[in-house]
């Protein structure tokens, strides 16, 4: 095959590549390619680059092929944007003097074979987190954690050998925590009215719903339905809100959105960076799919990945300020009722399942 039939060739798979995750559809492989715009975008400049570089574009049938790539590269560049560092944060940097409301939050899905809990003791004494999220976690990671887990009086454990295994644990208080699960009897997921140091209080959700593979789930059905019974929560929620995890699913793709919307929820990371956590044992296939979301109430401090952990995902640590009176400078546009609806549309849709 010539060099251009090759571009030809990629071009139309590009292409293919950029509209199937436009269907509405929850089947895996076509929730996939949620993930792939990242990817997707450097590979297609790098065609129209090749293609200018290499050929002549005089014929009618270049003008379109040409023009095809770079509305697909444009298409791409557009859901990704946001995540540049460009400092348009959705959730502002931190204002105010009073730091009783700071807080800090690590979170890390450990891997649940991974045996080396070592590295992610000693990042943690780095960082030295108000609250520990930890995900894929059984007995054995409990128990091998409990050296550093034993500073923080206050805890949720749900330890799981499934690989949906969860730990929380906090240095400020959890009132009324509740281990739930809110879709599948082995999912389980953390929620609890949080108290910070000031004595004000905030609702603090910790998911990990189950990806769209078909070693795990052979549709998104379950994962966006969760997702989507925490936004609602969200929005019903009388006090601020931070939802984090490790969510299997990327921030640019349609069931994100819905979540961020129904839920009143704004994305710590837009205007930071990618900050890709997963997979961290590879360097091109990378995406993120740990996230911290929260209401307008929050600034954000500090946000940053940890370091390796023997782990497919990087650790994220984040360091929140809550402060109400800066609220209405970022607070996000109401759902409408045809997102709130097709939220609950898609909790139904689980429950037919």
């Known amino acids: 095959m010539t060099l251009k039939g090759f571009l030809q060739v990629f071009g139309i798979i ?29 590979l297609t400049l790098t065609a129209i680059a090749a293609y200018f570089i290499r050929f002549e574009v005089k014929r009618i049938e270049d003008y379109i092929f040409m023009g095809v790539l770079i509305a697909c590269f444009t298409f791409q560049v557009v859901k990704i944007y946001p995540y540049f560092p460009h400092k348009n944060y959705e959730v502002g940097q931190v204002s105010s003097e009073n730091t009783s409301n700071k ?12 045996e080396n809990p070592d590295l992610i003791i000693a990042d943690i004494k780095k960082q ?37 295994g969860m730990l929380l644990y906090s240095k400020l208080a959890l009132k009324n925590p509740q281990l739930r699960y809110l879709v599948d009897d082995s999912i389980p997921s953390i929620h609890s009215v949080l108290e910070l140091r000031s004595g004000k209080e905030i609702m603090f959700h910790a998911i990990h719903p189950t990806p769209p593979m078909p070693q795990h789930n052979p549709s998104s059905t379950d994962r966006d ?23 299997n699913d990327v921030a640019w793709s349609s069931t994100t959105a819905l ?95």
């Open 259 to 353: 979540f961020q919307k129904v839920g009143g929820l704004l994305n710590t990371r837009i205007g930071r960076g990618f900050y890709n956590t997963f997979d961290a044992n590879s360097f091109w296939m990378r995406w993120s799919l740990d996230h911290v979301f929260v209401t307008e109430e929050f600034r954000v401090a500090d946000f940053k990945l940890g370091s390796k952990i023997d782990s497919d995902h990087l650790p994220l640590y984040i360091e929140l300020n809550l402060e109400p009176e800066k609220a209405a400078a970022q607070k996000p546009k109401p759902a409408t009722k045809e997102e709130i609806k097709s939220a609950r549309n898609q909790v139904e849709k689980s429950k037919e399942k």
């Open 225 to 247: 339905a969760e997702m989507m019974k925490v936004a609602l929560m969200a929005r019903d929620s009388k006090l601020p809100v931070v939802v984090a995890g490790d969510f």
């Open 103 to 114: 807080f800090s939050l690590y979170s890390a899905n450990v891997l649940q074979e991974n």
């Open 128 to 164: 030295n987190p108000d609250i520990l999220l930890f995900t894929e976690t059984n007995n054995r990671w409990k128990n091998d954690l409990s050296k550093i887990t034993a500073s923080y009086p206050y805890k949720v454990e749900a330890p799981l050998d499934n690989t949906y």
């Open 14 to 42: 590009a292409v293919v590549m950029t509209l199937v995750p436009l269907i509405a559809a929850d089947y895996w492989w076509i929730r996939i390619f949620d993930y792939l715009h990242i990817q997707l975008s450097l």
